[in-house]
């Protein structure tokens, strides 16, 4: 059964730091790229940034350039999300996701398996 579990979340005042880490076990295939998604309450869930495993490509959602670094390390199964100068609109939910598929990763539905969720709260 495949399980992915986040850590890292928690309050942090606007413009401090956080970095999430995912770690990904009981899959036996490889997987094409991991990604962060956010929700914040009354929202729908949004793409934060994905890497895919072939090159290290990264690409990031425009809200967050500059501020966010998507990492992980394939043969560990691990994707972290270092996270800077945090904003208040920052505060949400925070899932990580594995794909296997040959997609572009901006999409959930490009994802197959995905994390509970840690809370990342930015107070202003």
């Known amino acids: 059964q495949v399980r992915m579990v986040e850590s890292g979340g928690g309050l942090v005042q606007a413009g401090g730091s956080l970095r999430l880490s995912c770690t990904a076990s009981?899959?036996?295939?490889?997987?094409?790229?991991m990604g962060w998604f956010r929700q914040a309450p009354g929202k729908e869930r949004e793409f934060v940034a994905t890497?895919?495993?072939?090159?290290?490509?990264?690409v990031y959602a425009d809200s967050v350039k500059g501020r966010v670094t998507i990492s992980g390390d394939n043969g560990k199964n691990m994707v972290y999300l270092q996270m800077n100068s945090l904003k208040p609109e920052d505060t949400a939910v925070y899932y990580c996701?594995?794909?296997?598929?040959?997609?572009?990763?901006?999409?959930?539905?490009?994802?197959?398996?995905w994390g509970q969720g840690t809370q990342v709260t930015v107070s202003s």
């Open positions: 996701a594995a794909g296997t598929r040959v997609v572009a990763g901006r999409s959930s539905l490009d994802y197959d398996y």
């Open positions: 009981g899959y036996t295939f490889s997987t094409y790229r």
């Open positions: 890497i895919r495993w072939t090159g290290a490509s990264t």
